[in-house]
């Protein structure tokens, strides 16, 4: 089980995780989501002790990473693929972990094989694609077979086998009863992973809830209904109190069940040729509750236009007298 506790850290001026409390329990699978900016790899990083909070805490089992005598036989993390050495083998960088943290050359070969790269394991991770890099990372998290497991965008690079194994990989660690933790910005497959989310948005905690529950809190749910008797239906669902939206061609009622919607049509003999309960995605949740928060806006009306030269002809930023306005900096000097 992870804690986390009053979470705060600051650079500077910058508040990048505010005050964050939230506990990431063992037997399910927690998604950990929020916009580009809202803190999460800052977090993930606190909670290996790679960054040190302002204030607050993090307990891995009960306890502080610095005082876990073998970490990776408690938490094995995947936060950075490419972290690796570039002139080391697969299984000699594996062989590195394993003796750093007393874990048995044997186990070395069971994650190779486990991960799919026993084939490549004697090559040097250098020459590995995007999606075996993201397979050997995977390999060093589960190599101390660890209770508490942490993925940041496990996903990146897989194909859509490696993503299906991932997936089933993830739910299976978490059905043995292991604390699985993990964050990605592909909505879709997490909606497929996890049972439980925990969103943040500029460093603030915005959601601790169940999948089903955040996107029933966060979404519109209603009935599509569609008939060649489109009139006579919209009369009926009046009658009867039903908040109906037109559609195009269908009917969309908020508040009902679709078998008391079938069942009231059916009374008054309405053919209908459709009847379907809409629920909003994972993706349309996220983005009405982190609207807000999103701190990176891109446009979608195209490029904007280029600044018309200056009238004398000069470059951009300089200033009638030939010196450099306030806002030009020298790139080799840095800004």
């Not at 008797?229 to 939206?245: K, M, S």
Request: glycine content about 12%; proline content about 5%; charged content about 20%.
């Amino acid at each position: 089980m992870i804690e986390i506790e009053g979470l705060t850290k600051r650079y500077g001026d910058k508040l990048a995780v505010d005050g964050l409390t939230f506990t990431v329990r063992p037997g399910i699978v927690t998604g950990f989501l929020g916009p580009n900016g809202a803190g999460k790899s800052t977090t993930m990083r606190m909670m290996l002790d790679l960054d040190h909070p302002t204030s607050g805490r993090v307990r891995i089992d009960g306890r502080h990473y610095r005082q876990l005598s073998d970490p990776l036989r408690h938490i094995g993390a995947l936060l950075d693929a490419k972290a690796v050495h570039g002139g080391r083998s697969a299984v000699n960088h594996l062989l590195c972990l394993a003796q750093s943290n007393g874990i048995p050359r044997a186990r070395v070969h069971e994650v190779l094989d486990t991960v799919g790269l026993t084939a490549v394991s004697r090559k040097r991770s250098k020459g590995f694609s995007l999606g075996m890099g993201q397979r050997l990372g995977i390999a060093g998290a589960l190599l101390g077979d660890p209770e508490i497991l942490m993925f940041d965008e496990p996903v990146n690079g897989l194909d859509p086998e490696g993503i299906h194994w991932i997936r089933n990989l993830m739910k299976g660690l978490a059905a043995q009863g292991r604390t699985v933790f993990v964050s990605s910005h592909l909505m879709s497959e997490m909606a497929l992973t996890a049972e439980h989310l925990i969103v943040i948005g500029q460093g603030r905690l915005l959601a601790d809830t169940s999948m089903a529950e955040f996107i029933r809190e966060n979404s519109r749910s209603y009935v599509r209904m569609r008939s060649p008797e489109r009139e006579r239906l919209f009369d009926v669902l009046g009658d009867a109190g039903y908040a109906t939206v037109a559609a195009g061609e269908a009917v969309e009622v908020d508040g009902a069940s679709a078998a008391a919607l079938g069942e009231l049509a059916a009374r008054h003999r309405i053919v209908l040729h459709e009847l379907s309960p809409q629920q909003a995605s994972l993706e349309e949740a996220f983005m009405q509750l982190t609207a807000g928060s999103v701190e990176y806006h891109a446009h979608t009306d195209g490029p904007r236009p280029a600044a018309p030269p200056p009238a004398d002809g000069g470059l951009p930023g300089a200033s009638p007298r030939g010196g450099w306005g306030a806002g030009w900096r020298d790139p080799k000097r840095g800004s």
